[in-house]
């Protein structure tokens, strides 16, 4: 921010072989008229702290204890249990979500080794006879990387226990969630500079050369100002915003006087950033920009600018500068 991406085969003979996979075609219906079914309802609005530490746990439902699961099969017959759509398994059974930094593992009774339901749905194996249990889940949203605000998207049944092949009735449990459209708001407010602060022009005004008879005289200070778009934050959070400020001609100068730029005419002078207070800004140091509460809000740096001389005796001309503001939030 400045201040002013045709083949062919050859005739051949081979052997198929079909080796039995010992899982006879199994009849299996269900003890009872529905499949089990348990619901999950998440909060509208989930709200995740930059202070949380990776790992927390950001929402638990607990354990969620589903109607009785209860079917028999007349043979050895396959089950498919696990996310009904893609998560993407980032370790220890948790599972990337539809937004950065927040993972989503949801553990059950039925679950099977290693306890965790994953993508894609693993198959095993059950005996012949009657399968009657209660099933119990449990589904955790946990911080995996920075986060910021946006929406989780959830499928409605995110996990279905259904058999392998395909038999009538196909499903025989359920998870639903109730709530599937999340929206996460950060605990603290987020700021970014506006786009009409990226480049601030000021106009110090002209002033005849005999206006600075000594070293230190100061024109009149124009005033300029750093707007910042800042949003979220829960009731009662702050943010506190600070800036330096260097000189884009000169970036090791630690003065408070900004060097004129390369393509200036005039000597003798440069040109002095100064907080609201009329306190002169040392180049280089942090300064104070203002605490921010929970947005949507715009907030304001006022500052202030002016020309000063450095040398007994100034050259007229010409005399643009630039400066970089670096902008720090805590």
Known sequence: MFCSLPARIAGATGLLLLAHSGISAASCVH????????????????????????????YDSGDRTATR?????????????????????????????????????ITGTEAG?????????????????????????????????????????????IISHTFEPHHIPANTARLTMVQTRVEVVSADPTCAVDPGSKTIPVNLRDHPAGFFDAVGKVTAPQPLEIRLNCVGGSSGSRLNVSYSVSDASNPGNQTSIISLAS????RGIGIRLLRSDNTPIVLGTRQPGGTVG?????????????YVQTASRVTPG?????????????
Request: hydrophobic share 35%.
């Open 294 to 306: 929970a947005g949507p809000v715009t907030h304001r740096i006022p500052l202030l600018a002016q």
């Open 31 to 58: 003890i009872g008229s529905t499949p089990s079914q348990a619901f999950i309802t998440i909060d509208s609005t989930l709200t995740v702290s930059s202070a949380d530490a990776v790992g927390k746990v950001l």
């Open 69 to 105: 699961m209860a079917y028999r099969c007349s043979a050895s017959h396959e089950r498919r249990a696990g996310f009904t759509e893609p998560f993407t398994h980032v370790g220890n059974g948790v599972h990337q979500t539809s937004l950065d930094g927040i993972g989503i593992k």
């Open 263 to 266: 393509n200036a005419s005039a």
């Open 113 to 157: 080794s290693p306890g965790f339901y994953r993508w894609p749905a693993p198959n095993t194996v059950h005996p012949a006879g009657v399968i009657d249990v209660t099933p119990r889940y449990r589904l955790q949203l946990i911080k995996t990387g920075p986060v910021t605000s946006g929406v989780l998207f959830f499928p409605q049944t």
């Open 318 to 330: 010409s005399a643009p500068g630039r400066a970089t503001f670096l902008m720090s939030y805590d």
